[in-house]
T-cell receptor, first 110, second 112 residues
Framework: GEDVEQSLFLSVREGDSSVINCTYT??????LYWYKQEPGAGLQLLTY?????DMKQDQRLTVLLNKKDKHLSLRIADTQTGDSAIYFC??????????FGTGTKLQVIP | EAGVTQSPTHLIKTRGQQATLRCSPI?????VYWYQQALGLGLQFLLW???????NRGNFPPRFSGRQFPNYSSELNVNALELEDSALYLC???????????FGPGTRLTVL
């Protein structure tokens, strides 16, 4: 299908790891992105991964890419209350056609 | 380095009116994108401008239009406003030849 799919909601305890999953649609997508949106704000680019990579780590963030299954995940280590937000994955299908998932709302419980 | 800026922050209109939303990209970025984010929904691609030209358009009616100026800033115009146009309108920019988009804070449009 055309949709980039994410689960709608995730709740974790402060200090635990969070894993947000995404299934994308186009095996030829070149870049895959994770964005964070805090309430009432725009989207903040967190990280991105090239399609020829399996993993990318950036401080507390780890992105895993499984091209065979078209599955992308974002792991946040030591989740903090400030990580509470909506997280969007997005795929770049080329020619500036970036398709966003529906977003996963992460709730961090103190 | 200043990020993408959008104005106004909030805009309240009534049905049938026209709305104009503005976006200034990051300095050096030539592409500007517009998205609509309705409450509870994801981002829907509206328009892409690059070097002053409309390059791509999402599945929106013609009353959604825009333009890009020589300084690469952009306007989004929505004519004949309908209640369902109420949404957060996000602008993003990217450098020429790259696809990674950087977003502004958005304009919240409310149609009464």
């Amino acid at each position: 299908g055309e949709d980039v799919e994410q689960s709608l909601f995730l709740s974790v305890r402060e200090g635990d790891s969070s894993v947000i999953n995404c299934t994308y649609t186009d095996s030829s997508s070149t870049y895959l992105y994770w964005y964070k949106q805090e309430p009432g704000a725009g989207l903040q680019l967190l990280t991105y991964i090239f399609s020829n990579m399996d993993m990318k780590q950036d401080q507390r963030l780890t992105v895993l890419l499984n091209k065979k299954d078209k599955h992308l995940s974002l792991r946040i280590a030591d989740t903090q209350t400030g990580d509470s937000a909506i997280y969007f994955c997005a795929e770049n299908r080329g020619y500036q056609k970036v398709t966003f998932g529906t977003g996963t709302k992460l709730q961090v419980i103190p | 380095e200043a990020g993408v800026t959008q104005s106004p922050t909030h805009l309240i209109k009534t049905r049938g009116q026209q709305a104009t939303l503005r976006c200034s990209p990051i300095s050096g970025h030539t592409s500007v994108y517009w998205y609509q984010q309705a409450l509870g929904l994801g981002l829907q691609f509206l328009l892409w401008y690059d070097e002053g030209e409309e390059r791509n358009r999402g599945n929106f009616p013609p009353r959604f239009s825009g333009r890009q100026f020589p300084n690469y800033s952009s306007e989004l115009n929505v004519n004949a406003l309908e209640l369902e146009d109420s949404a957060l309108y996000l602008c993003a920019s990217s450098p020429s030849g790259t696809d990674t988009q950087y977003f502004g804070p958005g304009t919240r449009l409310t149609v009464l």
